[in-house]
């Protein structure tokens, strides 16, 4: 039998030596990629070029076409190696390298993408931006010989007009990246926020808007706050109606679990098929309270299916978790999870399954004889069908079917996993999974949680207990920025409340003091980086994207970490945020709905409750049960012991009564006796939300 050889490569750049999957997909171009660093624009000014920068990521459909289509050809590597130096940037691995250029890209076109390309003078100011780019120009967008070609020579002939644009591009992107607007929040701004959303809300199909739709999971948490805080049904029945038509449609992978990027239609039907880790982190907040808030069983189904999901196929295997999935296999997007009816057929008639079931699994699923996937080129059906429930189902009747099918789909070929660890997702990661472990009653959740932070606190900090953003097959690297603290603070906090462990609580103080200490501007908001060494503008982000803004989320957790420590000084950190931010968010609400949940938590009773006892024993059991069988988005609870009254002061002397597990209830300030019995905590609870 022949032997299997490393298949050789005719061009091989500096990217073979980098750890990130994206920049290694590139590292055969005949392109001289560079990674980003001092040595490349220490060349690029030696050599008197200017930089191309391309910024990207592993699982971005159309990085992946315009890599075949131009950085592959040896015509366009020819073009760009003769007039440029040029840097490949991963924007998972540096997102503040891509916040800072996607900037400057809207600031120059009025809007961004991916991928990302740029060209830089060699003190990386941007001059040009675009994002798709063909080879050749066509249909009026410009193709990337012609524009490289242009520029080379521009360079060469007119430098100081170049250099004038430069410059006066680097200075707007350096004036009005330091987002800022100090003043004092509206409360009324809530209300305004919530009557903006709802106007988008999509009546007939769910979600928010036209399509494309995505599912920005801090809309969903936002409106189930607002609706139980300020006594809005019609706010958390816009997230149920959302959440349903999300489960139930293509953009749910109904036999592996988790959910696609997003929604290409109106209905949910024709995902984007990528995988991203934070949507899954997202997502599983948003159902485990919804189901909370709620009471529909399904929302606490589609919780475990994605923990599940991840658990099965996205776990490292020292207990953390991977980044995402692509879209692509086969070189074609998608083909791994759709099906003929004529596959679904015959490979579940071989497991002796009657052709009356599967006809009823056929209909529950939305298959087609012809097929549900219509070609957005030529809009004819592909006989290919994306599994969709087509109503109110009992999954529990085709769970069999479905652990066949997805037998039978895990023996095709997979898409391409991109299996770098970062802090911040992972951060989002762990407080999704014990959130669904402590209010779903599933243990093997918290004990995952448990495993991811004990990853990241052993593997991704320096001997500082600064924390890095990358690990990567044995190698962590990447100082860490303020969404990899402020999503570890969150995970950890959620991870205490599940487990009742202090060191998890004690983390996440000694990590909430560094980003104070690394990442706090002088007025009260958070910079993405913690100095500016690298970049040629220090970004300061509230708006909220894919994902709630790193400052959102610091305002959040200073918020609850000031609850359940009594620390007064930590909620003033965080009024000093929304201080800070104050006139951006007067000028758009909607575009801050994360900050306007720490807003509403900030403006309405609190409760902090502390057990005291044997947080083992039945009696133990019983009041979490009480406490955690509403939806209680403004209470925390913390167990008292040695470890948490040096972490809680407030909690010294509290003792148990009458020998078994004893609650002190505080709500506003004020504390009411110490109770030991089920019936009375309830009666308490629903006392004090009464008020």
């Known amino acids: 039998m022949a032997e299997h050889s490393a298949p050789q490569y005719k061009y091989t750049n500096a990217l073979i030596h980098e750890s990130s999957p994206y920049l290694q997909q590139h590292a055969h171009n005949p392109v001289n990629w560079r990674p980003w660093g001092e040595e490349a624009f220490s060349l690029a000014r030696l050599e008197d070029k200017p930089i191309f920068l391309s910024i990207g990521y592993s699982t971005c459909h159309w990085c992946h076409v315009m890599e075949h289509e131009s950085f592959e050809d040896p015509a366009v590597a020819e073009v760009l190696n003769r007039y440029f130096i040029t840097i490949k940037v991963d924007r998972e691995e540096r997102p503040d390298i891509d916040a800072v250029y996607m900037h400057a890209a809207q600031m120059i076109n009025g809007s961004g993408g991916w991928p990302l390309n740029l060209f830089l003078t060699p003190d990386k100011k941007p001059f040009y931006a675009a994002t798709y780019l063909p080879k050749h120009s066509r249909f009026g967008r410009p193709g990337l010989i012609e524009l490289a070609e242009r520029i080379g020579d521009m360079w060469q002939q007119d430098r100081s007009r170049i250099e004038a644009s430069a410059e006066s591009i680097g200075t707007a992107v350096a004036n009005s990246i330091d987002m800022a607007a100090p003043g004092k929040i509206d409360i009324g701004l809530i209300d305004k926020a919530y009557q903006q959303t709802a106007k988008t809300f999509d009546i007939s199909h769910g979600g928010f808007g036209d399509a494309p739709k995505f599912p920005t999971a801090q809309r969903l948490l936002f409106l189930l706050r607002y609706g139980v805080l300020k006594n809005k049904p019609e706010a958390i029945k816009m997230v149920a109606n959302t959440l349903i038509a999300m489960q139930r449609g293509g953009i749910h992978d109904q036999?592996?679990?988790?959910?696609?990027?997003?929604?290409?239609?109106?209905?949910?039907?024709?995902?984007?098929?990528?995988?991203?880790?934070?949507?899954?982190?997202?997502?599983?907040?948003?159902?485990?309270?919804?189901?909370?808030?709620?009471?529909?069983?399904?929302?606490?189904?589609?919780?475990?299916?994605?923990?599940?999901?991840?658990?099965?196929?996205?776990?490292?295997?020292?207990?953390?978790?991977?980044?995402?999935?692509?879209?692509?296999?086969?070189?074609?997007?998608?083909?791994?999870?759709?099906?003929?009816?004529?596959?679904?057929?015959?490979?579940?008639?071989?497991?002796?399954?009657?052709?009356?079931?599967?006809?009823?699994?056929?209909?529950?699923?939305?298959?087609?004889?012809?097929?549900?996937?219509?070609?957005?080129?030529?809009?004819?059906?592909?006989?290919?069908?994306?599994?969709?429930?087509?109503?109110?189902?009992?999954?529990?009747?085709?769970?069999?079917?479905?652990?066949?099918?997805?037998?039978?789909?895990?023996?095709?070929?997979?898409?391409?996993?991109?299996?770098?660890?970062?802090?911040?997702?992972?951060?989002?990661?762990?407080?999704?999974?014990?959130?669904?472990?402590?209010?779903?009653?599933?243990?093997?959740?918290?004990?995952?949680?448990?495993?991811?932070?004990?990853?990241?606190?052993?593997?991704?900090?320096?001997?500082?207990?600064?924390?890095?953003?990358?690990?990567?097959?044995?190698?962590?690297?990447?100082?860490?920025?303020?969404?990899?603290?402020?999503?570890?603070?969150?995970?950890?906090?959620?991870?205490?409340?599940?487990?009742?462990?202090?060191?998890?609580?004690?983390?996440?103080?000694?990590?909430?003091?560094i980003m104070l200490s690394h990442f706090k501007g002088k007025d009260g908001g958070f910079y993405l980086a913690a100095n500016s060494d690298e970049l040629i503008a220090r970004p300061m982000e509230i708006f909220d994207g894919a994902l709630p803004s790193g400052n959102a989320v610091a305002m959040n957790n200073l918020l609850r970490l000031s609850r359940l420590t009594g620390d007064a000084e930590l909620a003033a950190e965080a009024a000093a945020v929304v201080d800070h931010f104050a006139g951006i968010a007067e000028r758009a609400p909607s575009g801050v709905l994360h900050l306007l949940s720490a807003v509403l938590m900030a403006d309405s009773k609190s409760k902090e409750i502390v057990l005291v006892g044997d947080k083992h024993s039945d009696a133990a059991n019983k009041m979490l049960a009480v406490i955690r069988q509403h939806y209680r988005p403004n209470t925390v609870v913390l167990w008292h012991d040695k470890q948490i009254e040096q972490l809680a002061p407030f909690t010294r002397g509290q003792k148990t009564r009458h020998g078994t597990v004893t609650a002190y209830v505080c709500e506003n300030f004020q504390c009411n006796l110490p109770v030991s019995s089920v019936v009375d905590l309830e009666s308490l609870l629903q006392q004090s939300s009464k008020k």
């Open 255 to 513: 036999m592996g679990g988790g959910f696609h990027r997003y929604s290409t239609d109106t209905n949910w039907l024709l995902p984007h098929f990528e995988k991203m880790l934070y949507d899954q982190a997202m997502l599983m907040m948003a159902y485990t309270e919804g189901w909370q808030a709620t009471g529909n069983a399904s929302f606490a189904s589609t919780a475990r299916d994605i923990a599940e999901y991840l658990l099965r196929d996205m776990r490292d295997s020292g207990g953390a978790f991977y980044s995402a999935e692509d879209a692509d296999s086969e070189g074609v997007e998608g083909k791994f999870y759709v099906w003929s009816a004529a596959e679904i057929q015959a490979d579940l008639s071989k497991h002796g399954i009657n052709s009356k079931h599967i006809q009823d699994f056929m209909q529950a699923y939305g298959v087609e004889e012809d097929g549900n996937f219509v070609d957005e080129a030529t809009h004819q059906k592909t006989g290919a069908n994306i599994l969709h429930r087509s109503g109110p189902i009992d999954l529990a009747s085709f769970a069999a079917d479905r652990k066949i099918l997805l037998n039978i789909r895990d023996k095709r070929i997979r898409p391409f996993r991109d299996d770098k660890i970062l802090t911040d997702w992972n951060g989002l990661t762990i407080a999704a999974l014990a959130q669904a472990g402590r209010l779903l009653g599933e243990p093997r959740y918290v004990e995952a949680a448990s495993e991811a932070a004990g990853f990241i606190l052993g593997h991704l900090r320096n001997n500082s207990g600064e924390l890095l953003h990358r690990w990567r097959a044995g190698n962590a690297a990447i100082a860490g920025q303020l969404e990899d603290y402020t999503s570890m603070v969150w995970g950890l906090t959620e991870l205490y409340e599940a487990s009742f462990e202090p060191r998890w609580l004690a983390e996440a103080l000694k990590l909430n003091k």
